[in-house]
């Protein structure tokens, strides 16, 4: 069977460009990571002193694509390869921005992730899982959180 991609990272981080959340789907190496969140965050930098929240910027990173979203005082960072392409990644960011809103109970904000961070985090790693979008459905979401929860009890 072949490969036919995946995404390769998602990232939320603040304006100042600080990572808030980040999460890898393949082996990188330190400096791999590195330099793909200094790529994100240039790619960014002109951009955001003049941001719309919902904005929708897409880049070329190696042999893939990246797009980047605004959300009041964050930016939503999607990086992927072969069928996550431009457009599949486009719906995939805005299908994770809805799940974190869902979860924050309005848009996102910085203040908004750190106060249910836990919650934000088992969320996001089910709607992405293993570089693949999965549970983006909030009531499917939802009880998976429940699940989680009741497993620790």
Same mark, same amino acid.
């Given at each position: 069977?072949?490969?036919?991609g995946?995404?390769?990272?998602?990232?939320?981080?603040?304006?100042?460009?600080?990572?808030?959340?980040?999460?890898?789907?393949?082996?990188?190496?330190?400096?791999?990571?590195?330099?793909?969140?200094?790529?994100?965050?240039?790619?960014?930098?002109?951009?955001?002193?003049?941001?719309?929240?919902?904005?929708?910027?897409?880049?070329?990173?190696?042999?893939?694509?990246a797009?980047?979203?605004?959300?009041?005082?964050?930016?939503?960072?999607?990086?992927?390869?072969g069928?996550?392409?431009?457009?599949?990644?486009?719906?995939?960011?805005?299908?994770?921005?809805?799940?974190?809103?869902?979860?924050?109970?309005?848009?996102?904000?910085?203040?908004?992730?750190?106060? @249910? +961070?836990? $919650? !934000?985090?088992?969320? #996001?790693?089910? /709607?992405?899982?293993?570089?693949?979008?999965?549970?983006? @459905? +909030?009531? $499917? !979401?939802?009880?998976? #959180?429940?699940? /989680?929860?009741?497993?620790?009890?």
């Amino acid at each position: 069977m072949g490969d036919y991609g995946r995404i390769q990272t998602l990232i939320l981080a603040n304006l100042q460009g600080h990572v808030v959340y980040e999460r890898f789907y393949n082996t990188f190496t330190d400096l791999e990571r590195a330099d793909l969140r200094s790529a994100m965050q240039s790619a960014a930098a002109p951009i955001l002193p003049n941001k719309k929240d919902g904005d929708e910027y897409v880049i070329r990173y190696r042999a893939g694509a990246a797009v980047f979203m605004t959300s009041n005082d964050l930016v939503f960072y999607m990086v992927g390869s072969g069928e996550y392409d431009e457009l599949v990644l486009r719906e995939s960011l805005v299908a994770v921005i809805r799940v974190v809103e869902r979860i924050v109970g309005r848009d996102p904000t910085e203040a908004s992730v750190w106060r @249910d +961070y836990g $919650r !934000v985090v088992l969320a #996001l790693d089910q /709607a992405v899982h293993e570089g693949v979008l999965d549970n983006t @459905d +909030y009531d $499917r !979401v939802k009880s998976l #959180l429940a699940d /989680a929860r009741n497993r620790d009890d």
